[in-house]
């Protein structure tokens, strides 16, 4: 069965940095182009990146470009969204998913606060 299982969230100050972590299983990674979402508290869900199959193509939301960065092990079946320069704002579950939006993992949650 398909599973999608989030790591690596946790409380950040802000101007920190931290890389969260999807194990993907049960389905061909290679073949799907992945996602990160996330939900602020109170909020809808938004996209925050996504990654081609095979990393060589990413977009960003405008609110995270230039500090996230999505990245993709084929060999390992993860995704990793490093994520440096952290604000308040950017407090929420993170989620990934894969195309087609059919399957979520569980989210981690990122808080950043002082």
């Known amino acids: 069965q398909v599973q999608l299982v989030e790591s690596g969230g946790g409380l950040v100050q802000p101007g920190g940095s931290l890389r969260l972590s999807c194990a993907a299983s049960?389905?061909?990674?290679?073949?799907?182009?992945m996602y990160w979402y996330r939900q602020p508290p109170g909020k809808e869900r938004e996209l925050v990146a996504s990654?081609?199959?095979?990393?060589?193509?990413?977009n960003y939301a405008d609110s995270v470009k230039g500090r996230f960065t999505i990245s993709r092990d084929n060999a390992k079946n993860t995704v990793h969204l490093q994520m440096n320069s952290l604000k308040p704002e950017d407090t929420a579950v993170y989620y990934c998913?894969?195309?087609?939006?059919?399957?979520w993992g569980q989210g981690t949650q990122v808080s950043v606060s002082s």
């Open positions: 998913t894969r195309f087609g939006g059919d399957y």
């Open positions: 049960g389905f061909t990674f290679s073949s799907y182009v």
């Open positions: 990654i081609s199959t095979t990393g060589g193509t990413t």
